[in-house]
């Protein structure tokens, strides 16, 4: 009996600790004027949070206040979502999940690189770099 009670209040307060938030954090100020001698940026930050999707975003700023109130300090930064499922399965693998992301193309899976018809696909940073960026 002692054994259920003790766990059971090891159960309550980890999930307690689990979805309690300490916002004490002082305010950031984004400040995202960067360009003020008309220069280009030396290099771009890209964040990929592997198995993330729009659910995972939403039920995390459901916890953090269910009134909707507060944003997540993440918000101000995000610019955009890629749907990274393969042409022949929702689920993705990495290897067509990579090339969706280097490429802007979906293939099918465990195809890298490669278009649905094996030919090669160029990515995104050699579009890029072909314009001298």
Not at 12 to 19: N, V
Not at 99 to 121: C, N, Q, W
């Amino acid at each position: 009996m002692l054994t259920k009670i003790t766990t059971l209040l090891s159960a309550s307060f980890a999930i307690t600790a689990a979805f309690s938030f300490d916002d004490s954090r002082p305010d950031v100020d984004y400040d995202y004027e960067i360009d003020e001698d008309h220069r280009l940026p030396r290099s771009v930050v890209m964040m990929i949070p592997d198995g993330t999707g729009p659910n995972i975003w939403a039920l995390a700023r459901n916890i953090l206040d269910p009134t909707h109130k507060k944003m997540l300090h993440i918000d101000p930064l995000f610019r955009g979502s890629v749907q990274t499922f393969s042409n022949t399965s929702l689920v993705t693998d990495s290897a067509s999940s990579a090339t969706a992301y280097s490429t802007g193309f979906k293939t099918y899976d465990s195809a890298i690189g490669v278009d649905m018809e094996k030919r090669p696909l160029g990515t995104i940073l050699e579009a890029a770099q072909a314009r001298g960026m």
